[in-house]
């Protein structure tokens, strides 16, 4: 499988600081996505970062890709209570394969 | 602007019974999903659909069978539920044109299974 796998699985900081999530992928991707999921809520699109960009930013938000290292990272700049959920990646691999999900980081921004 | 929505929200059955699990979306996106959610396991992808009548396998099926008559509707039934079908469950739609780029998740149904 290639499923992405997040790194940490739970994260805890304070309001104001800076979160930074992983993820790792086994094959190559056409794009990876990052999904937001608040407590007994569905999944929210974040952000979708091809696999010829390195770099892309959406407010607060900005993620990297490294296509060589297999892996991404979410930064969430200057946190906010309200960004407490899970965050997870999801890889499409090339080909006709669906979506694949991580397991998530739990995040939990302290007021 | 309805989006999509799922119904049950909360769900309560015995080992056995069948149950259906309804998902509607008002968007006209051809792809439609169903995904369970369990700790330690992440989002499985059980069934997908291309468009009406067209549907296909994810990674965990048993158990589950889905059907797409119509292009908003896409139900997931359980024909013999199991204590191990206890999850939750998400649809999400796409757009046809990227459906492997942003989807769209329901509110999810939550469902026990005793």
């Known amino acids: 499988s290639q499923q992405g796998e997040e790194d940490p699985q739970a994260l805890s900081i304070q309001e104001g600081e800076n979160a930074t999530m992983n993820c790792s992928y086994k094959t190559s991707i056409n794009n990876l996505q990052w999904y937001r999921q608040n407590s007994g809520r569905g999944l929210v699109h974040l952000i979708l970062?091809?696999?010829?960009?390195r770099e892309k930013h959406s407010g607060r938000l900005r993620v990297t890709l490294d296509t060589s290292k297999k892996s991404s990272s979410l930064l969430i700049t200057a946190s906010r209570a309200a960004d407490t959920a899970s965050y997870f990646c999801a890889t499409d691999a090339r080909g006709n394969t669906p979506l694949v999900f991580g397991k998530g980081t739990r995040l939990s921004v302290i007021a | 602007d309805a989006g999509i929505t799922q119904s049950p929200r909360y769900k309560i059955t015995e080992t056995g019974r069948q149950v259906t699990l309804m998902c509607h979306q008002t968007w006209s996106h051809s792809y439609m999903f169903w995904y369970r959610q369990d700790l330690g396991h992440g989002l499985r992808l059980i069934y997908y659909s291309a468009a009406a009548d067209i549907t296909d396998k994810g990674e965990v099926p048993d158990g589950y069978v889905v059907s797409r008559s119509k292009t908003e509707n896409f139900p997931l039934t359980l024909e013999s539920a199991t204590r191990s079908q206890t999850s939750v469950y998400f649809c999400a739609s796409s757009d046809g044109n990227r459906r492997k780029e942003t989807q769209y998740f329901g509110p999810g149904t939550r469902l026990l299974v005793l």
């Open positions: 970062i091809r696999s010829n960009e």
